[in-house]
Structures are given as structure tokens and as C-alpha cells.
């Protein structure tokens, strides 16, 4: 089992491009969450997918930030326009449906943005 | 999510158990105990959790006090691989919120 898969690992954006990053579940996994930790800060969570669904997505950014988890493929966390401000480390997160594990989370390494 | 209280920092001599506090004293019937820690930059690890009863894995032992309003990670023999932060986090669901979390330290 290969764990939660992110790329990149790293990213160097301009500012104005824009940043997709990739998130694979663990096999079996259905619920990806994304998480963003600003340097020197603490983590913050952004959304919360299932499958073709996003459940909570309270904690994005009202602009430039997307997120989706396609019936096939990765999720992925797309950000336009990027600012200077979006530099940060982007975690992924999967967890079973149904089950004992239920409410476990298991993260990725992260991809680290950041915008020149 | 009930609002979990943690110490900034603690330090562990190596090989030394490593008791690492947590109040949650809002915390509802149904909410479970969870234990997560990164260690610098990586992605955050679950070590543990639970509901009243204690607990205890390869990784750590959890003890929730009867009234739940608190609990104690434990890891029997801190090594320096142990330094992190450790979040003790709170919650019903499946959205995990961080707080700050303890630093902790591992000397040798």
C-alpha cells in the first residue's frame, strides 16, 4: 500500500500563474481532506470530497481556490492567480468510508508551493 | 469540535517515558480523543485515539480520565525520533481541527 500519493512534492509559481496540485487516497479510501500550513503556522483545513462531492468546504478561500475528487483520477487542489501569500505547504489527507478506521486520517508528505 | 488545551512545550530525556497533557474539558458524550503529531515538515501521523476506555497501540498508550474532561498520551521510551509536534484533537465526525499542539523535545 503506497499511502497518500502527492505531486508535486514542490512547486515555484509566478505570481498570476496558476497551481494544481494532486492528491491520490490510500486504496480503499474514499474521503480526501486538504490541509494548508502556512510557514511557521499552524495546520488549516481547507475542504473535505468524497467522490464527485464536496461535503465541506468551509475552510477555502472564497477566490482562486477550487477543489475536486473526479469518479476517476486524483483530487485535485487547484489554485489561480497565485499570490505571494499562497506560499505554503498543501497536505492531503484519506480516510475509509466505512469501518473501525472511519475517522482516521492518514496524510501525505505535501506538496510545498511557492510563489515568486 | 470541543476546544482541546495543550502545554506549548515539553521536554523528555531519551529513553524516558514522555507524558504529554490534554484538557478537553467541553468535550460531548459521543466525541473521540485523537492523537496526531508532525514531525518537522512532514505530514501530520496518527498515533491514537479513543472514546472513555484507555488505550494502547505499538505506538503509544491513551489514558482518558472517567470524567473524559482530560487525557495523557504516553510514549513508554522516548527516542529522538519522537520530537514533534504532538495535537490532541477533539471531535465528532470526520473533519479534524489542529490547534497548537505541544513541542516536544527529546534529549539525549
Known amino acids: 500500500n503506497a499511502g497518500v500519493m502527492q505531486n508535486p512534492r514542490h512547486l515555484v509559481r509566478r505570481r498570476g500563474q496558476e497551481a494544481r496540485l494532486r492528491c491520490s487516497p490510500m486504496?480503499?479510501?474514499?474521503?480526501v481532506y486538504w490541509y494548508r500550513q502556512l510557514p511557521e503556522e499552524g495546520l488549516k483545513f481547507m475542504v473535505y470530497?468524497?467522490?464527485?462531492?464536496?461535503?465541506?468546504e468551509s475552510g477555502m478561500p472564497k477566490e482562486r481556490f477550487s477543489a475536486e475528487f473526479p469518479k476517476e483520477g486524483p483530487s485535485i487542489l487547484r489554485i489561480q492567480q497565485v499570490v505571494r501569500g499562497d506560499s505554503a505547504a498543501y497536505f492531503c489527507?484519506?480516510?475509509?468510508?466505512?469501518?473501525?478506521?472511519?475517522?482516521?486520517?492518514?496524510f501525505g508528505a505535501g506538496s510545498r508551493l511557492t510563489v515568486l | 469540535d470541543a476546544k482541546t488545551t495543550q502545554p506549548p512545550s515539553m521536554d523528555c530525556a531519551e529513553g524516558r517515558a514522555a507524558n504529554l497533557p490534554c484538557n478537553h474539558s467541553?468535550?460531548?458524550?459521543?466525541?473521540?480523543v485523537y492523537w496526531y503529531r508532525q514531525i518537522h515538515s512532514q505530514g501530520p501521523q496518527y498515533i491514537i485515539h479513543?472514546?472513555?476506555n484507555n488505550e494502547t497501540n505499538e505506538m503509544a498508550s491513551l489514558i482518558i480520565t472517567e470524567d473524559r474532561k482530560s487525557s495523557t498520551l504516553i510514549l513508554p521510551h522516548a527516542t529522538l525520533r519522537d520530537t514533534a509536534v504532538y495535537y490532541c484533537?477533539?471531535?465528532?465526525?470526520?473533519?479534524?481541527?489542529f490547534g497548537e499542539g505541544t513541542q516536544l523535545t527529546v534529549n539525549p
Open positions: 489527507a484519506s480516510s475509509p468510508q466505512t469501518g473501525p478506521g472511519a475517522n482516521v486520517l492518514t
Open positions: 470530497l468524497q467522490k464527485e462531492n464536496i461535503i465541506d
Open positions: 484533537i477533539v471531535k465528532r465526525g470526520s473533519r479534524l481541527t
Open positions: 479513543g472514546l472513555k
Open positions: 486504496k480503499g479510501h474514499s474521503h
Open positions: 467541553t468535550i460531548s458524550g459521543n466525541e473521540y
